[in-house]
Every structure is written in C-alpha cells, then in structure tokens.
C-alpha cells in the first residue's frame, strides 16, 4: 500500500485505488512481501511522470519475474545478471525510451555485479532498480552477497559469518564511487514515511535519466518475512532492526 500524498479525498484515493498501470492487485508472492510495493511506487510514478508510452523495463530473475504479467508497461526479460546490458542496449538503440531495470540483490549483486558496475561506469542514461530483501528468496531462502552478518539463510544455518564468508556488498556505496553514476540512494518499504521517501528518491533517479545526466539506482530494502524465518507481521520490525543497520537509508550521491 502507498503512503498518503495528498490530503482528504485525493490522499484516500490514492491509497485505496489500484493504479492505471497495475493490471491486477493480486500477485503471486508470498504474504508480507515488500517487493509488491515497492512495484506499485513505480508505476505510480511512471504514470504520474506520463512516461508509460516511452517506457521499457528490463526485469532480471527472481520473484519479482511474475510482475510482468500485471505491468502495464513494455518489458524484456533478461537472462540471470544481466539486466544492465540488455537496459544499456535498448537505451543506445531507443535513446527516446524511458529504461530502468528491475531486479533483486540475488540478480544484481549476486549473479551481475560486473554489470551494474561497468553500466555505471560508462555512465549509461538508464535507472536501475534493485530490491534488496538480503536472501535468495526465489530459489528458497540461499544467502546472497547482500545477506547481512549473523542472517539464517539455508545455506547459512548457523548465520552468515564474517570469516566464512565475507562482508556483505553494499552495491550503493560502491556504485556511487564510480564517475559515471549520477545519483544513488537507498530506501524502504517497511513504514509509511519509508514509502514516501521511496517515492522521492525514485522520482530523482527517474528525473536524472529524463535530464540525460548519467546512470542512476536506487536501492529499495524490502520484506522478505518467509525467508527471514519470521511471520509478515514480523517482517517491517526485522527490517529494520536487522538490515537498515547494514544498509542505511539516505541519498548516498546527487
């Protein structure tokens, strides 16, 4: 559900009312997840920005795969990864079109961090999206690159250890060392006020491709309570509690 944005009437209505370019409000994922609103934020925006003649969304490999089904948008499909290659070559072949990825930290970091970070470098007009819920959650629950130190995955029972294996990637700090990123923020999903912030901060990304000033992420933290072990109920409080920390919100680079 969105946060309100207006008042009275209008604010109601937001929240309430499906937007035009979700087909349906019933999705396949798990009870408590945040990716679905994370995916209402942004075709709210694509509407309200009136960019849905002109976009196209790469989506990568993971749950968030069954969106496409009930996006009223254009949407290519990209193998495991890849999503930044595929958004970088509909961009130079339609530099008119609106382009952003949409992808998981398991599809981003995981599986294709060359190239979200070479898309970065080379400064490419695209936005890139990423939910990152900190787990594998399409393939059952395995740790990711993002999973944070002391997180039960299924392939990290006892918790993910610095000395076994590793420190966990913050892709918006990393990507926004690189010259060709030109604006990197990181938000949420788990509270009203961290909706609305989310709502700001894509609206930026989204304004800095329409003004051609370079590449552009924006990291969404997003509930994941089956793979996190705890009820959906549980899943906002574990967010954060055990991720924000991790993964602070803000505007990381503008």
Request: glycine content about 10%; overall charge negative; aromatic content about 6%.
């Amino acid at each position: 559900m969105s946060a309100v944005t207006g008042s009275g009437e209008r604010g109601l209505r937001k929240v309430f009312e499906k937007p035009d370019l979700l087909l349906s409000a019933e999705h396949s994922l798990c009870p408590g997840c945040g990716e679905p609103v994370a995916l209402r934020v942004i075709l709210e925006a694509v509407q309200e920005l009136g960019l849905r003649e002109r976009t196209i969304c790469v989506a990568g490999i993971g749950c968030y795969t069954a969106f496409p089904m009930i996006m009223d948008v254009d949407v290519m499909q990209a193998l495991h990864g890849r999503a930044p290659s595929v958004a970088t070559g509909v961009k130079r072949v339609r530099p008119d079109a609106f382009v952003f990825t949409m992808q998981g930290d398991g599809d981003m970091i995981s599986e294709g961090l060359q190239e979200v970070l070479h898309a970065a470098a080379r400064g490419e007009r695209i936005t890139a999206i990423v939910f990152n819920n900190a787990v594998f959650g399409e393939t059952g629950g395995h740790m990711t690159a993002a999973t944070v130190l002391g997180q039960h995955t299924k392939t990290s029972v006892g918790g993910r250890d610095r000395e076994r294996h590793g420190n966990p990637i913050r892709i918006s700090e990393l990507v926004a060392q690189l010259d060709g990123a030109a604006y990197v923020a990181r938000s949420a999903v788990h509270t009203p006020s961290a909706i609305k912030l989310t709502e700001q901060y894509l609206r930026d990304a989204f304004q800095c491709q329409l003004e051609g000033r370079g590449f552009s992420l924006l990291e969404i933290l997003t509930m994941c309570p089956t793979d996190w072990f705890v009820t959906p109920a549980q899943g906002p409080a574990f967010l954060a509690e055990r991720i924000e920390p991790t993964f602070p919100l803000g505007i990381i680079k503008s």
